[in-house]
């Protein structure tokens, strides 16, 4: 079946990196868009940006641009998030989640389907 | 950006009641809206997508109808597997993608 599994939980001080992963199977991971979306008891669930796994053409949330970097690895179907410069607002659980669209078309339009399990990223001094 | 907005923010069902959840955009999105739904500890699991359609698993008793700026999720003889919140979030008009802040269904 479709799954996206995802790395476990991080811990962070303010300023620093954190880098998510998002491993697929059960489908060709190339073939269709993927999503970060990150989820706060105070914002929701959030879009941060999506990544073409064909083609490594990404597109991020103004919110996020600057301090977000989504790239993947195709040869082991997994997709990463990069989030930097955190802050304690940062602290969520972030989720990858595939979009419906094929990546042969030029943007992601869809809704999305599966989710990963979901990644706690907290920052805290 | 869209702004998505749910109402009511809790809803309280007795098992084998009919829930009616809304949602409403700040703008037309056509019926390009999905809506999830989500337990404790658990990610977002689709329901419903094109505003009506059930996605593949999803039980008879789901509906989903509206277009343009209304939208309503339908429970209908909630079940006790059914208590959660729900999302919806509108597809139509990206970048970004926006999503409801959700309604919980619980318990009466």
């Known amino acids: 079946q479709v799954q996206l599994v995802q790395s476990g939980a991080e811990v962070k001080k303010p300023g620093a990196s954190v880098k998510v992963s998002c491993a697929a199977s059960g489908y060709t991971f190339t073939g269709f868009y993927l999503h970060w979306v990150r989820q706060t008891p105070g914002q929701g669930l959030e879009w941060m940006g999506w990544?073409?796994?064909?083609?490594?053409?990404?597109s991020y949330a103004q919110k996020f641009q600057g301090r977000v970097t989504m790239t993947r690895d195709s040869s082991i179907s997994s997709a990463y998030m990069e989030l930097r410069r955190l802050k304690s607002d940062d602290t969520a659980v972030y989720y990858c989640?595939?979009?419906?669209?094929?990546?042969?078309?030029?943007?992601?339009?869809?809704?999305?389907?599966?989710w990963g399990q979901g990644t706690l990223v907290t920052v805290s001094a | 950006e869209i702004v998505m907005t749910q109402s009511p923010a809790t809803l309280s069902v007795s098992p084998g009641e009919e829930a009616t959840l809304s949602c409403r955009a700040s703008q037309s999105i056509r019926s390009n809206l999905a809506w999830y739904q989500q337990k404790p500890g658990q990610a977002p699991r689709l329901l419903i997508y094109?505003?009506?359609t059930r996605a593949t698993g999803i039980p008879a008793r789901f509906s989903g109808s509206g277009s343009g700026t209304e939208f309503t999720l339908t429970v209908s003889s909630l079940q006790s597997e059914d208590f959660g919140v729900y999302f919806c979030?509108?597809?139509?008009?990206?970048?970004?993608?926006?999503f409801g802040q959700g309604t919980k269904v619980e318990i009466k």
């Open positions: 979030q509108q597809y139509g008009n990206w970048p970004p993608w926006t």
């Open positions: 094109a505003a009506s």
């Open positions: 989640a595939r979009d419906v669209t094929p990546s042969e078309v030029p943007a992601a339009t869809g809704w999305f389907a599966p």
């Open positions: 990544i073409n796994p064909n083609s490594g053409v990404t």
